[in-house]
Structures are given as structure tokens and as C-alpha cells.
């Protein structure tokens, strides 16, 4: 449930790399899961600046025991929902994420995951749903605060 990048994923990592190269260099921070530390290998080579594995970045947690095929039903039709109708692991996840994004004191560079981008905007945005937008793989989300 940790696979690597494939050949399509390692392109898409590159182009993304050359996207992002002139805004920095900046701090780089990834979910410690393979997929993403891949992708953002490409951007640290460029930039000479080792990434920083943040926990709280990581895919959505699975129910305890349940399998690949388990976890994308699961997970489809927790996507249907909302933030308030999750256990009390799912909330505390959500949370974590919001608060290692908000924690952040400059400009950065965050490798994460679907739900994860989709926690940040909701939060952004004051929406509770769970999935706010769809980004593709390896897609740019920009995010800007104040303060």
C-alpha cells in the first residue's frame, strides 16, 4: 500500500519540478510515503535542498486490517461525505493536517495527497465536505495566506 512512482508518475514529477524551479529555492516538506518523497526528489535535486518528511501530510489513514481493494470502496464513499460525520481518528487527522500546514512560517513546498489537498481547501474555503476539488496527479495547488 506504499508503491513507488511509475514511468508516467516519474515524468510527471520532472515536468512539475521544472514548474516549481523558479520559485525557489524554498523549503520542502512530503508525506512520508514513497510516491510523494519520489515526486519530489526532482525539485530537491534542482533546488540542493533535501526534503522534510512531515507526518502530518500523509494519505488518509485506512481502517485498521482492510485491504487495498477494502480501502478504495471505503474511502469512495467517505469522499461522499462530510467532515463532521467521521470518527473521532479521521477528525484528529484532518486536524494534524490543518495544523502542520498553518504551522508552516514561509513559503514551501508540500508533497502530499488527494484527501490531504482537499483538507486544505476545505479549510480554506470554510467548507466541510471532504472533497472540495478534484486535483489530478501531480497537479500545482497554490496556496496563499496572510499572515
Known amino acids: 500500500m506504499d508503491p513507488g512512482l511509475d514511468d508516467t508518475g516519474r515524468a510527471q514529477a520532472a515536468e512539475a519540478a521544472k514548474v516549481l524551479a523558479p520559485l525557489g529555492p524554498l523549503k520542502i516538506l512530503t508525506s512520508p510515503l514513497r510516491r510523494t518523497r519520489e515526486t519530489a526528489a526532482p525539485l530537491a535535486e534542482l533546488w540542493q535542498r533535501p526534503p522534510v518528511v512531515e507526518e502530518a501530510v500523509a494519505e488518509i489513514p485506512s481502517l485498521d486490517g482492510v485491504t487495498l481493494e477494502q480501502r478504495v470502496v471505503w474511502l469512495r464513499k467517505l469522499m461522499e461525505g462530510s467532515w463532521r460525520d467521521v470518527n473521532l481518528r479521521l477528525g484528529q487527522w484532518r486536524e494534524a493536517v490543518i495544523a502542520a500546514l498553518l504551522a508552516q512560517s514561509e513559503d514551501c513546498v508540500v508533497f502530499s495527497h488527494y484527501v490531504a489537498i482537499n483538507v486544505a ?27
Open 121 to 147: 481547501a476545505g479549510a480554506a474555503l470554510g467548507d466541510d465536505r471532504i472533497v472540495v476539488f478534484s486535483p489530478d496527479n501531480c497537479s500545482v495547488t497554490v496556496f496563499e495566506t496572510q499572515g
